[in-house]
């Protein structure tokens, strides 16, 4: 425990010191001065964040062969959600025809049951 660790280490240095022998038990280092506050503050961009050059997006002209290549891509990403939609639409529905169907079979039986 921490009480009889410090009790061990205190015996220990009364023991160095009695038998006169000269231990450090810190490392000393000469102490460096602070570094110096900096006077400047970084520019704010339009969200209130620090504008850093080195996250800046770069400046530059998408070529048109790029632009018309990603419009493409998302047009037919629009399309091929729309049918996925239609799909799952489609099955949903068929879903909820044969439960109606099912449970209008069972309202059926239990009145003949009856």
């Known amino acids: 425990t921490r009480q009889s660790v410090a009790g ?25 001065p602070a570094p110096k506050a900096r006077t400047t503050k970084a520019k ?9 050059e080195a996250f800046a997006m770069p400046k530059m002209e998408v ?5 018309e290549v ?3 891509s998302i047009e037919q990403a629009r399309e091929a959600y729309a049918k996925v939609k239609n799909a799952a ?10 439960f109606e ?3 209008q079979g069972a309202v059926e039986f239990n009145h003949k049951a009856v």
């Open 44 to 52: 704010t961009g339009a969200a209130g964040f620090p504008d850093f």
């Open 8 to 32: 061990q280490l205190e015996h220990d240095d009364r023991i160095r010191t009695h038998l006169g022998a000269k231990i450090m038990t810190d490392t000393t280092t000469a102490a460096k």
């Open 101 to 103: 169907t099912s449970r």
């Open 63 to 67: 070529p048109a062969a790029f632009r």
């Open 70 to 72: 990603a419009e493409k």
């Open 89 to 98: 639409e489609d099955a949903t529905d068929l879903i909820e025809d044969t």
